[in-house]
């Protein structure tokens, strides 16, 4: 080899190094990038993960707004989707942090549509008033829910959301509680038996 061939060699080899030198730094600026993304994501997700905690504990549902108590499905649909875009984002670190934004947005969007149904649904504290106006004997929270659910089969709130409604009603005066053995029941209130809806 002679030594023109060595210095056109070596020239391509050099080349070659600074062409990947410079291809790494692309992609470590594009992967910083998605890095960022990723992280702000994050962040969203605990503050709604602190949030929805922060509500479970209320003891008082009164003081809940109605659609956290009474979650609708869409809503915990997008939740659900909203975290699965986090878990597979981790993963997809490599891939497109576009296609986990507009995921995301999507959820947020399906979040949005579920709080929007829900302004214009009764409160739950007035569906639990009506089922309980249709009985003449106390019922147990646990069969007021199960009713609720066979005939509002759009609302599912949790056991616990129904008590903490139905104490929050008999705190206003509208139901009043029974104790019977050891379980409690629930029966309307008769001085608001002739108002259907009460007190919001």
Do not use: C, W
């Not at 990947?20 to 994050?42: G, S, T, Y």
């Not at 905690?53 to 659609?67: H, K, W």
């Amino acid at each position: 080899m002679t030594s023109r061939q060595a210095a056109t060699l070596q020239a391509r080899y050099v080349e070659q190094a600074a062409s990947d030198l410079d291809e790494n730094r692309r992609r470590q600026r594009e992967l910083a990038e998605k890095i960022a993304v990723l992280k702000q994501e994050e962040a969203l997700l605990a503050d709604i993960l602190r949030l929805a905690e922060q509500y479970e504990g209320f003891a008082d549902a009164s003081r809940l707004p109605e659609q956290l108590s009474d979650e609708p499905a869409g809503a915990a649909r997008a939740r659900t989707a909203t975290r699965g875009t986090a878990a597979r984002g981790g993963a997809k670190s490599r891939g497109s942090a576009k296609g986990t934004a507009k995921s995301t947005a999507k959820a947020k969007g399906t979040a949005k549509a579920g709080a929007k149904d829900t302004s214009h649904r009764p409160l739950l504290g007035d569906l639990l008033a009506d089922l309980l106006a249709g009985h003449d004997e106390p019922r147990q929270a646990q069969e007021l829910r199960d009713e609720l659910l066979v005939k509002h089969p759009d609302r599912n709130p949790t056991p616990q959301v129904v008590r903490n409604t139905l104490e929050s009603l008999v705190a206003k005066g509208r139901i009043r509680r029974h104790k019977q053995q050891r379980s409690v029941m629930y029966t309307l209130d008769d001085t608001h038996a002739a108002v259907p809806g009460g007190e919001g």
